[in-house]
């Protein structure tokens, strides 16, 4: 557990938004499996954090809710991306782009000028 | 717009519009559920399975807390908590905190009332179109002996050479204001009358409430034509403004027709009631350069700031200077936003009232502080407790300054009640050179400043003890009432508001005392004349023929009726009695300059005056003799001068038989007959001037105006109305305005008196306020250190040195504060030294006076809680453990 990283500040919205992009309408506890697959299991999603991310998206109007069943059959509260959710997941991932490039070239080897 | 969208979903989670918890649970335990099966399938035992999947939520709680701080606005909800919290704790300890409420209530009054009227007076603009685009034009001289004078009455030629020159303005006027006698129907009444050029209601970009303003041709053809009238004049005389277009006032001969009338908030030139075309043509005509008689205003053009408008004027004025070098040498334009001219010396008046109230509400926050922080240690166990139960620091000050954010806004609420009695008690006792008292109300703006006040208020006397409470340490508290003995930062926090109390009280207390010596003094000021048992009354003849010569015999007349009067003394009539100068002229000796520039002359007030008179105001002749009937029209030109005017011109030689000219309706020669004793022209603030007096029946430039004086016997009220019904009877339709020297005289200490008056009630209050800080801390120190006394009386301590122990802290602190606040004082009181008189701003008497008075009090306010110290029963005091 110590080898796990916790999410980084303000990175946890756009994993969310990314998933639900991916995975369609999904429940919370099925964005967090995602998250933490997709990272290779380094990444750890503390549950607090996640449902407040998620309602302040859904205050935001990016994601909407539903209750649904889940493929066990569970009741679960899914999770979908509105459409200004998706403007915002194309938006979001081109800035997050920006940034690494930006960032990027700072460690990049041999490179100064 | 995302953030306001979630702003607003929050705020409506607090009324419970969006989903609860109810549902955050469900959701919660489905996550569990699902996250156990798949534990399940992964191989684990079902009892295992659920407890990692819970473990995995590292405590459902807290989830929950970070859910809900998202959900709702947990600054809005905590603070709409603590509250709540705060009415109920402050409703336990009713007494303390409504004494509380309403000290801070008195403070938060005093600050609005004031804010007000300087709100009213200095800030709100102008009610014209552009108010900060008018500009007045007046003269300042730059040489000679008038050198730096201002003047606000400024000569026609030199306006028309202005509105000729200059490109800055999009509109200019003059006019010319005074008090003249206009009848409507059979009763006549002395009314202010202005008369205005083409321009001037362009400048105001105004326009009449009924009926309409002057035509071209009426303002070219002069005074013949039209009037228009003030709301004011309109209501009281015609009962409506309506009305009042149509109607016909007359002066003396001449009728002329309203024809319209202005809105109710047009108020200039000030406190005018009917305005009159100019003659222009005629002034144009016969005014000379240096006929000073008028005062300018313009409109500056909206893309010219006032500095490029002023530099033009300064350059047309130097180029008159070098055209008209007799008239125009040393002569400038100023050109001066209306509102500070209007305002004048009534901005310091304010800003001084202003910064005394402030210091009292800084006393009273002090006091509040200092009773808080004494409760403040007493809530140090509950304050722990909360700290144990997880309450960080920022909550705990949080929670103690919405407490005094609760208490601040009540006392605001009954502040704001205060601020509407206190305001009318202002405007009521202002002095009369206050202009625009009539716009003073409590607005939004007042109301704001109130609101703002309350809040740092709160900050102000909330902070410390906040601060204070806070710092707690947890266990020490709990530990029950364990080792209280003197000291801690509570305490001295305490001491340094103290010290800020008393120095503050100080400052204060010596600025008042510093005024009241000075009202004083100006009371007791040798005038020069004796102004009891003097009437006063300003009269105008009709006068028929030109240059108003033939109104000399009604005033003569008029005289030798009022000396029939039984109990008359003396009676008299001149043009300016002391107390109604405003300006000066001036003089040459033996010669007069056939260039005759102005700046050559010398200073003097000029006055017209009928024999009698200086009987009347009892101004001794000193040499010579008093003027009589028989210096007429046709009989060589006399004068007489005051000991000043001897003085400054004629130093140790006798003037009796010499010759002035001041060149005012005759450039013949003044022979001077008399010398009488200075009179303090302008008040009693100001030194006597010279004065030259000329015989009422040899000059006439004045008009038909003249001031009768008698003294007489028995009530000055019995005595004006016989001399007003002497008036009457010789002319039903003259104007008559009586009132006596003593009346006149207390206008002009009117305003020293209202500032003393305010600021030695200030000064009270702040002194109340810190002597009650005093007090209360040394109270709230014994009570402390009660034990500690015990136990020093039962080893032996007498009450002698238990009384010393404690007066001395009380001492020290009273003696830190008195120097700290006469410094302060002698830094501060030189702000106010314009408005002195007779007494230095570090007038060492009024500092020692003020440091013993102190001094005594705080002692006294020391001693009381000392004495009780001595009190103290070891017995009792050591059971109580």
């Not at chain 2, 000569?155 to 303005?169: C, G, I, L, N, Y």
Request: charged residues 20%.
């Amino acid at each position: 557990m110590s080898d796990k990283t916790d999410v980084w500040q303000g990175t946890l919205a756009l994993m969310i938004l990314k998933t639900l992009e991916t995975l369609g309408p999904q429940h919370g506890y099925g964005i967090a499996r995602r998250i933490e697959q997709t990272s290779g299991h380094r990444l750890r999603v503390h549950y607090g954090t996640l449902y407040a991310s998620l309602l302040k998206l859904e205050q935001e109007g990016y994601i909407a809710t539903e209750w649904g069943t889940s493929e066990n059959n569970r009741k679960a509260k899914f999770y979908a991306l509105t459409r200004a959710g998706r403007k915002q997941v194309v938006k979001a991932g081109k800035d997050w782009q920006h940034v690494t490039d930006i960032v990027s070239r700072f460690f990049a080897p041999g490179e100064s000028s | 717009m995302r953030h306001v969208r979630a702003l607003l979903m929050r705020f409506a989670s607090l009324f419970g519009v969006t989903k609860g918890d109810g549902e955050l649970d469900r959701e919660i335990e489905s996550h569990v559920q699902m996250l156990t099966d798949d534990n399940l399938q992964a191989g684990m035992s079902p009892a295992e399975a659920r407890r990692l999947a819970l473990a995995r939520f590292d405590g459902v709680e807290s989830v929950k807390e970070a859910y809900r701080d998202q959900r709702g606005l947990p600054l809005l909800e905590t603070t709409l908590q603590d509250a709540r919290y705060a009415v109920r704790t402050l409703g336990k300890n009713r007494s303390a905190t409504l004494i509380g409420i309403l000290v801070m209530a008195l403070a938060i009054g005093a600050n609005t009332a004031v804010f007000s009227v300087v709100h009213a007076v200095l800030l709100n603009p102008l009610p014209y179109a552009n108010p900060d685009r008018i500009v007045t034009l007046t003269y300042r001289s730059t040489g000679g002996s008038f050198s730096g004078n201002r003047a606000q009455q400024i000569s026609v030629p030199d306006f028309v050479d202005w509105q000729a020159q200059s490109t800055s303005f999009d509109a200019m006027a003059y006019s010319s204001t005074g008090r003249g006698s206009v009848m409507v129907g059979t009763v006549a009444e002395y009314t202010v009358v202005s008369r205005v050029s083409d321009g001037f209601f362009r400048v105001f970009a105004t326009q009449p409430s009924t009926g309409r303003l002057f035509t071209r041709d009426e303002v070219r053809d002069g005074a013949a034509g039209a009037a228009v009238v003030s709301d004011r004049y309109a209501r009281q005389h015609f009962g409506d403004p309506r009305r009042a277009v149509g109607q016909t006032l007359r002066l003396f001969t001449q009728s002329v027709p309203i024809v319209g009338v202005l809105a109710p908030a047009f108020n200039y030139p000030v406190d005018t009631d009917v305005w009159f075309p100019a003659d222009e043509a005629g002034n144009r005509a016969r005014q000379q350069r240096r006929g000073n008689n008028f005062r300018a205003v313009a409109l500056v053009r909206g893309d010219v700031d006032l500095r490029r408008a002023q530099s033009e004027m300064t350059t047309i004025s130097e180029r008159l200077e070098q055209q008209y070098p007799d008239t125009n040498r040393n002569v400038r334009v100023l050109a001066t936003p209306l509102q500070r001219e209007m305002v004048g010396d009534v901005q310091s008046l304010l800003y001084l009232l202003l910064a005394a109230v402030a210091v009292v509400l800084l006393v009273a926050c002090a006091t509040m502080a200092t009773l808080l922080l004494a409760k403040a240690t007493a809530r140090a166990p509950e304050m722990a407790v909360r700290t144990a139960l997880g309450a960080t620091r920022a909550r705990i000050v949080k929670q103690l300054l919405v407490e005094a954010l609760v208490q601040s806004l009540a006392a605001g609420v009954i502040g704001v009640l205060i601020a509407v009695w206190g305001t009318r008690a202002l405007v009521a006792i202002s002095p009369p050179n206050v202009p625009r008292l009539d716009e003073v109300t409590i607005n939004g703006p007042v109301l704001l400043f109130a609101v703002v006040l309350c809040v740092l208020v709160s900050i102000l006397f909330g902070l410390p003890p906040a601060l204070q409470a806070s710092r707690g340490d947890v266990h020490q508290p709990l530990r029950q009432t364990a080792s209280r003995v003197a000291g801690g930062r509570g305490n001295r926090t305490r001491e340094w508001l103290v010290v800020g109390e008393i120095a503050l009280a100080v400052i204060l207390v010596a600025t008042g005392a510093l005024l009241v010596r000075s009202l004083v003094a100006l009371q007791h000021t040798a005038l020069g004349f004796q102004p009891a048992n003097t009437v006063v009354m300003q009269t105008t003849a009709r006068a028929t023929g030109p240059d108003w010569v033939d109104s000399r015999a009604f005033f003569r007349d008029l005289l030798s009726d009022v000396s029939t009067i039984p109990g008359v003394v003396a009676a008299g009539a001149m043009m300016a009695p002391p107390g109604l100068v405003s300006s000066e002229s001036g003089y040459w000796v033996d010669r007069m300059p056939t260039e005759s520039p102005l700046s050559s002359a010398q200073p003097a007030v000029m006055n017209v005056i009928a024999p009698g008179a200086f009987a009347a105001l009892g101004v001794p002749v000193r040499q010579g003799r008093d003027f009589a009937d028989s210096d007429m029209r046709d009989r060589p030109q006399v004068a007489i001068i005051n000991e000043a005017l001897a003085h400054a011109s004629f130093a140790g030689r006798d003037p009796i038989g010499r010759q002035l000219y001041a060149g005012y309706d005759s450039k013949d020669p003044m022979t001077i007959v008399g010398v009488v004793g200075n009179v303090r022209q302008y008040g009693p603030a100001r030194e006597p001037q010279p004065e030259l007096y000329m015989p009422y029946q040899q000059h006439f430039y004045n008009g038909a105006t003249l001031h009768v004086v008698v003294r007489g016997a028995g009530d000055p009220a019995i005595l004006g109305a016989a001399v007003a019904r002497k008036a009457r009877e010789r002319a039903p339709d003259a104007s008559v305005r009586v009132t006596t020297m003593e009346a006149l005289l207390s206008e002009h200490v009117a305003t020293p008196k209202f500032r003393a008056w305010l600021l030695s009630l200030f000064a009270a209050v702040a002194l109340c306020l810190a002597m009650a800080g005093v007090y209360g801390v040394m109270a709230y120190v014994v009570g402390q250190r009660a034990k500690e006394i015990g136990v020093r009386m039962a080893l032996g301590a007498t009450a002698r040195s238990v009384l010393w122990l404690m007066l001395g802290r009380g001492l020290m602190l009273t003696g830190v504060g008195l120097a700290v606040g006469v410094l302060g004082a002698i830094a501060s009181t030189r702000l106010v030294s314009g408005m002195l008189f007779e007494v230095q701003p570090y007038d060492a008497p009024t500092y020692v006076g003020v440091v013993v008075g102190l001094g005594l009090l705080s002692l006294a306010a020391t001693y009381l809680p000392a004495r009780r110290a001595t009190k103290i029963d070891p017995l009792l005091v050591l059971r109580q453990e």
